[in-house]
């Protein structure tokens, strides 16, 4: 697996990274998608920064999930 593939499915971060990488999702288009910037998609796929409560709720509407689910792993 590439590095760029990597992420850590126990982690919020890696929740969001694995679901933009398992539909084929480029950041930028979901960045352009949720008035975000790259970098702070980066942080929070990388653990160092935590979404707002606005880009939860974005993030888990634009995958079709819940926060729940981003959060903690549960009820998708």
């Known amino acids: 697996m590439s590095a760029a593939k990597r992420y850590e499915p126990n ?6 990274k694995k679901l933009r990488c398992s539909e084929n999702i480029g950041e930028q ?3 352009d998608a949720l008035g975000m910037q ?3 998609l980066r ?3 990388n653990g160092e ?3 707002t409560l606005q880009q939860l709720a974005q ?7 819940t926060a729940d689910y981003l959060l903690k792993g549960e009820d998708k």
């Not at 982690?11 to 969001?16: C, K, P, S, Y």
């Open 29 to 31: 288009l979901l960045c």
């Open 43 to 45: 942080m929070v796929e």
């Open 11 to 16: 982690t919020l971060g890696g929740r969001i």
């Open 38 to 40: 790259i970098r702070t």
């Open 49 to 51: 920064k935590e979404p």
């Open 59 to 65: 993030l888990a509407g634009f995958f079709g999930t």
